[in-house]
């Protein structure tokens, strides 16, 4: 019983140092041209666990459909799996872009995922984009249509490993064979 009493407490200790902060590593975002930032209308640099949100209107730029939208740049400090998650009243369109080159306006970029209604109403969900250090991407976050538009916000978190349990088995004895 006396080991109880010390084991607790080093395994709540334990437990606390594993939970620790989910955003990980601190992440550097390189300067990138002023000009290519205002050409994709990037509103800021985030990372994962970072508050997002934002306005859309009329005053934000526009897409050929009439849509605005507007862009956040995204680093991660760990490689692994994402989940981004919109939240707005108008119905939203989310798109994950990695960018691959650039020189100044102009940007190749690589669609990774793109998302309409998969949440909760009219929000987007992309539940897994993998993410990788040391790249930079932009998340981009679309009314639907024109008159879609009004406050939102957008959380990016890790997508936590999935630890598969062991059944419970029923005992089983075995015999030696005679």
């Excluded at 006396?2 to 590593?25: E, F, H, K, N, T």
């Excluded at 390189?30 to 990372?47: H, K, T, W």
């Excluded at 997002?52 to 050929?64: K, N, P, R």
């Excluded at 024109?146 to 015999?175: C, F, N, R």
Aim: proline fraction near 6%.
């Amino acid at each position: 019983m006396a080991w109880m009493q010390r084991s607790v407490p080093m395994m709540l200790l334990a437990v606390l140092i594993g939970c620790g902060d989910s955003s990980g590593p601190n992440v550097t975002f390189p300067a990138l041209p002023a000009e290519l930032l205002d050409a994709f209308c990037v509103r800021g640099d985030r990372a994962p666990g970072d508050a997002i949100s934002g306005t859309i209107s009329t005053g934000d730029c526009q897409l050929d459909d009439g849509s605005y939208y507007e862009v956040w740049r995204v680093r991660v400090g760990e490689s692994g799996t994402y989940r981004i998650g919109a939240e707005s009243e108008f119905d939203n369109f989310v798109v994950l872009l990695r960018l691959e080159s650039y020189t100044g306006e102009s940007a190749t970029l690589t669609t990774i995922a793109a998302d309409d209604d998969s949440g909760p109403g009219f929000n987007a969900l992309i539940a897994g984009a993998s993410l990788q250090v040391n790249l930079d991407y932009f998340v981009v976050m679309n009314g639907f249509g024109s008159d879609d538009t009004g406050p939102y916000t957008m959380e990016i978190t890790p997508v936590a490993s999935q630890h598969v349990a062991a059944p419970d088995l029923p005992a089983v004895t075995v015999k030696q064979a005679k």
